[in-house]
């Protein structure tokens, strides 16, 4: 079935630095979510961005959309400890599902 | 205090048993999700339900049955078929307008392990 692809698989950075990732999918989309996991928790939502829009903003989250390219990046500025978990996409492909990518683990270092 | 709640936390299912996982949800949303994760894996759908009394097979619902006979209830059983249960169970619910889906609400998740 139809599903993000996030890259990279892992990412590791010290503090204050931004963390980049991204996300591919294959068809078209209604709408492309991120989420984000702490170990052994559930997910939490962070941004939704619409087929029609291209940047997204939530306070140190920047969320782009290339709908052409069918890709989007996860931008999370002066990045903190706390931010330590995986991040995953979601796509809808015009169904009534959301389909989870696989994730990037992201470890950011004091 | 609105929000989803799975449980158990952990559970432990025997050879040829049915176990099943509890999701509540008092956010009134009308769909409900159950998605399995593995370590390190992305989470896979087993099953939805969009509306009370009635729901669809995600991508792996073999060896799972779920009911919906209460908005706020989506139970997932996970039966002696499934013979590679292990994995980490999460239930989930959204807003669903038309075909559009909204963001999902998580509940804390459930450790099912093979003893």
């Known amino acids: 079935s139809q599903q993000g692809e996030e890259d990279p698989q892992a990412l590791s950075i010290q503090e204050g630095e931004n963390a980049t990732m991204n996300c591919s999918y294959k068809?078209?989309?209604?709408?492309l979510q991120w989420y984000r996991q702490n170990s052994g928790r559930g997910l939490v939502h962070l941004i939704l961005?619409?087929?029609?829009?291209r940047e997204k903003h939530s306070g140190r989250l920047r969320v782009t959309l290339d709908t052409s390219k069918k890709s989007s990046s996860l931008l999370i500025t002066a990045s903190r400890a706390a931010d330590t978990a995986s991040y995953f996409c979601?796509?809808?492909?015009?169904?009534?599902?959301?389909?989870f990518g696989t994730g990037t683990r992201l470890q950011v270092f004091p | 205090d609105g929000g989803i709640t799975q449980s158990p936390k952990y559970l432990f299912r025997k050879e040829g048993q049915n176990v099943t996982l509890s999701c509540e949800q008092n956010?009134?949303?009308?769909?409900m999700y159950w998605y399995r994760q593995d370590p390190g894996q992305g989470l896979r759908l087993i099953y939805y339900?969009?509306?009370?009394?009635?729901?669809q097979k995600g991508d792996i619902a073999e060896g799972y049955s779920v009911s919906r006979e209460k908005k706020e209830s989506f139970p997932l059983t996970v039966t002696s078929a499934q013979k590679n249960p292990t994995a980490f169970y999460l239930c989930?619910?959204?807003?669903?307008?038309?075909?559009?889906?909204?963001?999902?609400?998580f509940g804390s998740g459930t450790q099912l392990s093979v003893l």
């Open positions: 339900s969009q509306i009370v009394n009635d729901f």
């Open positions: 068809t078209s989309i209604n709408n």
């Open positions: 979601a796509t809808d492909a015009y169904t009534d599902k959301l389909i």
């Open positions: 961005i619409r087929s029609n829009e």
């Open positions: 989930a619910s959204s807003i669903q307008r038309g075909a559009t889906n909204e963001k999902l609400f």
């Open positions: 956010l009134n949303h009308d769909a």
